[in-house]
């Protein structure tokens, strides 16, 4: 993390004398910390003002703040930013502090926050503090609560945390173009009593998405539906960090939905309660068991377990399509399609075509495919047991004996007991009863793989 003392150096508050110094010290504007990399940082744990749990953000960090006369006052700043997606792909979006999302902000209820929002965009924005209750001035809709935040100026937003919860922030201006190119984050409230609805771990993704061309760096801001990078925090699998949870914790995972479609999570191993919603906590009669929840556009859920099975645990959306990344969208249906014959004829024509799909796609996660460059495999990641065949909306709970308390590093593979790992049968196979008349018999498909990357 670095900041901007130069920046800082520029308002030059701290020389003044004695009797302009509290006017000076009201009109400097905060540090603005940066972050320059999508890992995932450790919790930080509030050096001033009421006690709480801190969270944990997916690929992300938590902004720092300072005390000013009873505010907590943060410093935001809405710029271009490079972010990296996973691995082997860049791209170039519109965040906060150097990264998009922006920080999550954390507080606790009862919190007076100053936030500064500063515009290094090229054109107008705002920020909307999303399920927050504030007076309707504060509300950030450009254009109905405040003036637009024109380019090169600072803004204020003041208000007093009433509740504890989940919540977001986004811009509120050019929305269609500014939630496209990454301008949102997380907002955490902790309850004012510290033992209230506490955890021992808690994770805080935002659910995002992009339409970026493969081999292009910039999303498509037109897009309405049909995005093609389905990310949790812009980062899509194997990008994404695993949950590490020490075995006997209790966890939350808190999700807030900024894309243009719902997305229901499902997490394996466990069941699990739905434990706050967009509107505030679920009293604990009320509180449902699930083991995958629906994330409505626009809304944030929050579920809770006790981490009592050891494991790695996929936790991905179940829409099959947003666990795969660019290269897996609009590709035809060949299987069960006999290219014996047509293959050379094509091959005549088009030198780099190859036959795909015949016996599904399974061959896609097993082989290098020449792809452009910065574009990321459709489905890809390797485990312990061969490739993950992944790719968008998808990561790992990592539940394990004996970490630390505050032990966040990826401890790699589960090391299964002996004995518990799906085998293969070498017996007989007993009779599997079948329908009469179901199974089209003597159909034989053959796949022809690619022919390797000489021509790359
Ligand atoms: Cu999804």
């Known amino acids: 993390m670095s900041t901007r003392r130069n920046f800082l150096r520029a308002s030059g508050a701290a020389l003044l004398g004695s009797a302009l110094v509290s006017k000076a010290a009201q009109a400097a504007v905060p540090e603005a910390p940066i972050q320059t990399?999508?890992?995932t940082q450790p919790p930080l744990a509030p050096p001033t003002g009421r006690p709480y749990q801190p969270v944990v953000t997916l690929n992300g960090w938590t902004l720092p703040w300072r005390m000013n006369n009873g505010w907590k006052e943060f410093h935001?700043?809405?710029?271009?930013?490079?972010?990296?997606?996973?691995?082997g792909m860049i791209a170039h979006l519109w965040g906060y502090n150097g990264q998009s999302p922006g920080p999550t902000l954390e507080c606790v209820e009862g919190d007076k926050v100053?936030?500064?929002?500063?515009?290094?965009?090229?054109?107008?924005?705002t920020i909307h503090w999303h399920g927050i209750l504030l007076p309707s001035g504060m509300d950030g809709v450009g254009g109905l609560s405040q003036p637009q935040i024109p380019v090169g100026k600072t803004f204020v937003y003041e208000f007093e945390m009433k509740k504890s919860g989940t919540f977001m922030y986004h811009s509120h201006a050019d929305e269609m173009v500014q939630m496209a190119m990454g301008l949102m984050g997380f907002i955490v409230v902790h309850p004012k009593n510290p033992n209230f609805m506490r955890v021992d771990r808690d994770f805080v993704f935002l659910i995002n998405a992009f339409d970026i061309d493969?081999?292009?760096y910039t999303p498509k801001v037109a897009t309405m539906t049909d995005f093609n990078m389905w990310c949790w925090n812009s980062r899509v699998f194997p990008g994404i960090d695993p949950f590490v949870v020490r075995k006997g914790d209790r966890v939350r995972i808190r999700m807030?939905?900024?894309?243009?479609?719902?997305?229901?999570?499902h997490m394996h191993g466990y069941d699990f309660a739905v434990t706050c919603t967009d509107g505030g906590w679920v009293p604990k009669s009320a509180q449902w068991p699930e083991v995958t929840i629906d994330i409505p556009v626009g809304a944030m859920r929050a579920f809770e377990f006790d981490a009592i099975y050891p494991g790695d645990?996929?936790?991905?959306?179940?829409?099959?399509?947003?666990?795969?990344?660019?290269?897996?969208?609009?590709?035809?249906?060949?299987?069960g399609v006999d290219h014996r014959g047509v293959a050379q004829k094509i091959i005549n024509l088009v030198p780099d075509y190859m036959v795909m799909g015949e016996r599904g796609m399974a061959d896609m996660g097993e082989m290098e495919m020449p792809i452009p460059d910065n574009t990321?495999?459709?489905m890809t990641g390797t485990g312990p047991f061969g490739p993950l065949e992944m790719g968008g909306m998808f990561s790992v709970v990592k539940v394990r004996e004996g970490l630390a308390r505050d032990d966040y590093k990826d401890p790699g593979w589960y090391k299964n007991p002996p004995g518990t790992v799906a085998y293969e049968w070498t017996g007989t196979a007993p009779q599997a009863p079948r329908i009469?008349?179901?199974?089209?018999?003597?159909?034989?498909?053959?796949?022809?793989?690619?022919?390797?990357?000489s021509r790359h």
């Open 214 to 216: 493969p081999g292009s």
């Open 37 to 39: 990399t999508p890992d």
């Open 76 to 87: 935001l700043i809405a710029e271009p930013v490079r972010r990296q997606m996973a691995p």
């Open 114 to 125: 100053r936030i500064f929002v500063t515009n290094k965009l090229p054109e107008h924005t």
């Open 436 to 453: 009469a008349g179901a199974h089209e018999a003597g159909v034989t498909v053959r796949a022809r793989k690619p022919g390797g990357h």
């Open 313 to 335: 645990w996929a936790i991905h959306c179940h829409k099959s399509h947003h666990t795969m990344n660019a290269m897996g969208h609009n590709v035809p249906t060949m299987i």
């Open 376 to 378: 990321l495999p459709m």
């Open 256 to 265: 807030g939905n900024l894309t243009m479609t719902n997305h229901p999570i």
